[in-house]
């Protein structure tokens, strides 16, 4: 049983690495921006993941530090991204990223 | 539960449903941190994500009125999908093989953080708080300028634009 296993290092990896894949597939088929916003939270989460499996390995805090930091600049990236799609898509009956695409010009 | 979360994320067609496969997703993550003695950090993961972040993400879903099901059958790319499924596949085989290849000299490097964390439970919260207000302090400071930076741009982004007439009265 892999319940019953303890879990190594190498498997909090290998899900920090299907999470991360998981969220950059579906920021590739999805076309809601906001959908789209929770999948770069998915990979951001994954990498986090990672470094904090990572930490007690090189016997470092460093690792859960950067962590922090990263959840404090994705906490400002979702308030200015979602900031900029409340503007854009004010008024618009529905959001689709190829909406946007004529703000081109 | 936190691969049935992700993937409950990007097939849920609904963006409500979306956001709260997310929120099983982000505790799932904060239990892992837990089981890897990141007390501090499950403890923030709760908060700041599970809690401000997605409750932001319903919040504007709510405002924009997009919470109807997402038409997701139609492709308007075409062959878009198989694309992305199939550099999924071959990004994840690159890390895979990396982390497998990698595992003898991740193990080997050391021998875990300080053995008094057993000892005393606070010790990681301890550390964290000596590393972010001792070596790290300066990239504290910059973080919460960044903060306030987020908020003010986005006050101005989504103020409405006011009324000439107005202003001229």
Known sequence: MIAAAEPTTTWYLLLSALLFVIGMVGVMIR???????????LMLNAVNLSFVSLAPRVANIDGQTAVFFVMVVAAAEVVVGLGIIVSIMRGRTHATVDDVAELKG | MVLLGALGVILRSNPVHAALSLVLT???VAVLFVAQDAHFLAAVQVIVYAGAIVVLFL?????LGVDKAEDIKTEPLTAQRPLALVLGVGVFAVL????????????????GLTPTEVADPDANIRQIARSIFGDYVFAFEVVSILLLVAVVGTVLLTRRQRRVEVVSK
Not at chain 2, 59 to 63: C, K, N, T
């Open chain 2, 26 to 28: 982000l505790f799932g």
């Open chain 2, 96 to 111: 895979a093989t990396a982390i497998i290849t990698s595992t003898d000299s991740v193990v080997r490097r050391g021998e």
């Open chain 1, 31 to 41: 076309r809601n921006p906001l959908v789209m916003f929770m999948c770069i939270e």
């Open chain 2, 59 to 63: 919040f504007v879903i709510m405002l």
